[in-house]
């Protein structure tokens, strides 16, 4: 099993950067695969980034446009969320998922990750 705690949030102002970490617990982490989610308020939660077992394959959602970068330390059991050139609608609580299916056939859907952190809030001002 894994353990999450994000952290990292906070506010900027629109076009500025953030990351976001997420640490775990578990000797098994490498081989989890770790997505990172956002939600924010009176929207559903949506997929943002994912990464494979070994951080050779990643996915990012369409509204990503290349801002953003995802990537994972195996040997300190941390995944970060880099962010660029940030919205104000990239405004919502950030969370980060770890799923045990492989990432062999596609991004995995939210109900395939059976771990998820607190959430961290990130909020982007005009």
């Known amino acids: 099993q894994v353990q999450l705690v994000e952290s990292g949030g906070g506010s900027v102002q629109a076009g500025g950067s953030l990351s976001i970490s997420c640490a775990a617990s578990?000797?098994?982490?490498?081989?989890?695969?770790m997505g990172w989610f956002r939600q924010a308020p009176g929207k559903e939660r949506e997929f943002v980034a994912v990464?494979?077992?070994?951080?050779?394959?990643?996915y990012y959602a369409d509204f990503v446009q290349g801002r953003f970068a995802i990537s994972r330390d195996n040997a300190k059991n941390m995944v970060y969320l880099q962010m660029s050139t940030l919205k104000p609608e990239d405004t919502a609580v950030y969370y980060c998922?770890?799923?045990?299916?492989?990432?062999?056939?596609?991004?995995?859907?939210?109900?395939?990750?059976?771990?998820w952190g607190q959430g961290t809030q990130v909020t982007v001002s005009s």
């Open positions: 998922a770890a799923s045990s299916r492989p990432l062999v056939a596609g991004i995995i859907p939210p109900d395939g990750y059976a771990y």
């Open positions: 578990g000797r098994t982490f490498s081989t989890y695969t």
């Open positions: 990464i494979s077992w070994r951080g050779k394959i990643t």
